[in-house]
């Protein structure tokens, strides 16, 4: 990484924009990195940036949730996140979110691994420069909310619903995972995610159905 740094913030709140540059800027190293710090609002500002950019981006902000850019079928920071990991490989991507939903975080370790992964409100000034500090070593960072979602037993507190259960009936009866659409009222990519999610929830280390089936039986699930 050369001293001169790219980077892109996308966040709908300008404050918290301001936030981050001024805790980047403020960042020191021996390397004396020089920052050009471009932002963006929406997912629509947000992917102009990306695909208009003279030179790919070293280091990507990205806010989970955002107004989105339909046209595009750009709904949210992830699918940015996916954008840059197919434009810009070697951008170094930083996922805020509001959220302390476990399934959600999951999820987005799941679809997009970032390179940091942060609960805004964990963020002030030194956690802020705490992480940068990470990211610009090659590092990956959570925050310490994230960290403690990670570190609970995964299927503590967790809330099995009613489509979660439908799964697991249908695959006990020896429904195959590209046949479950016909069972689950859900969209093809929320019932791939509720399945893989349920080997992670549960803590079966295989990809095995059967190593599912036979945790979920013993926590009482079937």
Avoid: W
């Amino acid at each position: 990484m050369s001293n001169i740094i790219n980077l892109l913030i996308v966040d709908d709140h300008p404050f918290i924009i301001e936030g981050y540059k001024h805790g980047i800027n403020a960042y020191k190293s021996k390397e004396n990195y020089q920052f050009n710090i471009s932002q963006a609002k929406n997912c629509e500002t947000g992917y102009e940036a990306i695909m208009n950019a003279e030179v790919p981006f070293d280091v990507v902000f990205l806010d989970l949730n955002m107004p989105a850019y339909e046209e595009k079928n750009i709904f949210s920071g992830e699918d940015l996140a996916l954008l840059i990991q197919k434009q810009m490989p070697d951008a170094r991507l930083i996922m805020l979110t509001m959220t302390n939903d476990m399934e959600k975080v999951l999820s987005l370790i799941d679809t997009v691994n970032p390179n940091g992964l942060a609960i805004k409100n964990d963020l002030g000034h030194k956690e802020l420069l705490l992480g940068f500090d990470k990211i610009m070593k090659n590092l990956h960072y959570y925050s310490d909310s994230v960290v403690k979602l990670l570190s609970k037993p995964q299927y503590e507190g967790y809330d099995f619903d009613q489509f979660d259960k439908e799964i697991l009936t249908q695959i006990s009866k020896g429904i195959k995972p590209r046949y479950l659409l016909k069972y689950v009222p859900l969209t093809s990519e929320v019932v791939i995610n509720r399945r893989k999610n349920l080997f992670k929830v549960l803590g079966v280390k295989t990809d095995l159905d059967q190593d599912l089936l036979d945790k979920a039986r013993k926590k009482g699930l079937l």
